[in-house]
């Protein structure tokens, strides 16, 4: 079935970037958007982005803009994101999730921790 | 952007009784295909969200048939026909319609 498996938590002081990656299995990479959202300590979901593996082309939300950045490598079907110039507020656990008729696979979490 | 607006914040539910949880978006999620786009996400404690309900009504695969969703346009409902303790957790609308994405604030079930 499908599935997608992301990376393990990081610890990164505020400035630095952050690479967070989102293995799919299960399923034709190449055939579903794939989103990115974040979770803040106790505060609701908020959607970055996503990527067409298919094509490469993205969209941000526009707060990120210029900070984050989604990839794919679809030899490994792996998605990427990005997120620049860290800053505390960026503390959060980020989800990758597939889009098929709704956010149907989500991804573990990845906690990225940002502090000096 | 399209903001989405939940209630209430919480909700105190009876094992067995029914709940609901209202969603507002403000513009109209309803597409010219005649689907709207709005789906429900569950989140149970410690764990990723899940998918619940699609285009405004289609239970996702799993889902159980005492979830169902309602509305159109502009006002949604998520209804639990006899909740379950299992069925603990924030609940989360979300549009789909146009980018940026944006969810609801969520609303907190939690057993009386």
């Known amino acids: 079935q499908a599935q997608l498996v992301q990376s393990g938590a990081e610890v990164k002081k505020p400035g630095a970037s952050v690479k967070v990656s989102c293995r799919a299995s299960g399923y034709t990479f190449t055939g579903h958007f794939m989103h990115w959202v974040r979770q803040a300590p106790g505060q609701g979901l908020e959607w970055m982005g996503r990527?067409?593996?298919?094509?490469?082309?993205?969209d941000y939300v526009q707060k990120f803009q210029g900070r984050v950045t989604v990839t794919r490598d679809t030899s490994i079907s792996t998605s990427y994101m990005e997120l620049s110039r860290l800053r505390s507020d960026d503390t959060a656990v980020y989800y990758c999730?597939?889009?098929?008729?709704?956010?149907?696979?989500w991804g573990q979490g990845t906690a990225v921790t940002v502090s000096s | 952007d399209i903001v989405m607006t939940q209630t209430p914040l919480s909700l105190p539910v009876t094992p067995g009784e029914p709940a609901s949880i209202s969603c507002r978006s403000s513009q109209s999620l309803l597409y010219s295909n005649g689907y709207n786009f709005l789906d429900w996400y569950l989140q149970k404690p410690g764990q990723s969200p899940q998918l619940l309900i699609y285009?405004?009504?289609n239970r996702a695969s799993g889902v159980p048939d005492r979830f169902s969703g309602r509305g159109s346009g502009t006002d949604f409902t998520l209804k639990i026909s006899r909740v379950e303790a299992e069925d603990v957790g924030i609940y989360y609308c979300m549009q789909a319609l146009q980018t940026p994405l944006t969810f609801g604030g969520g609303t907190r079930v939690m057993i009386k």
């Open positions: 285009l405004g009504s």
């Open positions: 999730a597939r889009d098929s008729h709704g956010m149907d696979v």
């Open positions: 990527i067409n593996p298919n094509s490469g082309g993205t």
